[in-house]
């Protein structure tokens, strides 16, 4: 397995019932420049449930069912990056 380049990143987003501030989180992650990026936007329990308006590849809804907190929704995103960086959004 080789090492994975210095410009990947994962950027985790969490969204609770905050659908235009998760997608400007998001479209101001995916406009970043000299690297690699990978959104996981946590939606926490929202109603009605995170849509990001986008279809990209480098976007990944993971809905949780209830609202987990900050710490809780930043765990879930987290875990599913697999980048070396990780920034919290």
Do not use: K, T, Y
């Amino acid at each position: 397995m080789s090492a994975a380049p210095d410009n990947e990143i994962d950027v985790v987003v969490l969204c609770w019932n905050d659908q235009a501030d998760a997608r400007r989180a998001i479209g101001s992650a995916l406009e970043s420049q000299g690297v690699e990026v990978r959104v996981h936007v946590v939606d926490n329990g929202s109603e009605p449930a995170f849509e990001p308006g986008v279809a990209d590849p480098r976007i990944e809804v993971i809905r949780s069912e209830m609202n987990l907190g900050v710490g809780g929704g930043r765990n879930l995103g987290a875990a599913n990056g697999h980048h070396p960086f990780v920034c919290f959004l």
